[in-house]
């Protein structure tokens, strides 16, 4: 079956330090990849997506992602966390050759002042 | 202003009797989508739409149908509606199907509780 795992249910970062959010996936094929962020009382807002070429993707706000085909991996970055980063974290992958998405779990982001 | 519309933004109803969340997107794309969330479970696809009158399932159609009559609109039924279906629900857009697919824009979401 396909999935999207994000291992972590909470990070806590202090402002200002680095912020590392997880997501694996176990997809057939070279999957499209998305991280997507949800503030209270809201939907999810896009914040980067990989879909070819360079492993290093950079987005909103700050963000970027590394792309790992070994380890299947997508994980979000981004090199100095603010309290206003805090918010649920979604990754998100669309399968080759589908119109399908499947969404992990999430990941909550507490920034600490 | 851009932006995928929904209503209600919230619904309290009882077992049985039928509803539909309505959806509706002002950006002219041709892909639509519903899911629902569920803590410890994300977002989970019910349906999608890559054009006018083409749907099909995702992962958790079980009680639910949509239609797509028209581009812009997208709407969600519960035709009898059960406890298993309170949720938050949320309809999404994006500008076409086509790979590689476009980012999705993303409704403020609907909050169904179902008694």
């Known amino acids: 079956a396909q999935s999207v795992a994000q291992p972590e249910d909470q990070v806590n970062v202090a402002e200002g330090n680095p912020l590392t959010v997880k997501c694996t996936y176990s997809?057939?094929?070279?999957?499209?990849l998305f991280w997507y962020v949800q503030y209270p009382n809201r939907g999810l807002q896009f914040l980067l997506k990989?879909?070819?070429?360079?492993?290093l993707v950079k987005g909103s706000y700050g963000f970027e992602a590394e792309f790992n085909k070994s380890q299947t991996s997508f994980h979000l970055k981004k090199p100095s966390a603010l309290v206003s980063d805090s918010a649920l974290y979604f990754c998100?992958?669309?399968?080759?050759?589908?119109?399908?998405?499947?969404f992990g779990t999430g990941t909550r982001l507490k920034v600490l002042a | 202003e851009a932006q995928v519309t929904q209503n209600p933004r919230y619904l309290i109803t009882v077992t049985g009797k039928k509803l539909t969340v309505t959806c509706s997107q002002n950006?002219?794309?041709?892909?639509m989508s519903w899911y629902r969330q569920d803590p410890g479970l994300g977002l989970r696809q019910i349906y999608y739409?890559?054009?006018?009158?083409?749907?099909d399932k995702g992962d958790v159609p079980e009680g639910y149908k949509v239609s797509r009559k028209e581009k812009r609109n997208f709407p969600l039924i519960l035709e009898s509606p059960s406890p298993n279906q309170t949720s938050l629900y949320f309809c999404?857009?994006?500008?076409?199907?086509?790979?590689?697919?476009?980012?999705?824009?993303f409704g403020d979401g609907t909050r169904l509780s179902i008694l």
């Open positions: 999404a857009s994006s500008s076409t199907p086509s790979s590689p697919p476009q980012p999705q824009h």
């Open positions: 739409s890559m054009n006018v009158e083409v749907t």
């Open positions: 997809v057939s094929g070279n999957p499209y």
């Open positions: 950006m002219n794309h041709e892909y």
């Open positions: 990989y879909i070819t070429g360079d492993n």
């Open positions: 998100a992958v669309s399968p080759l050759g589908t119109y399908k998405y499947i």
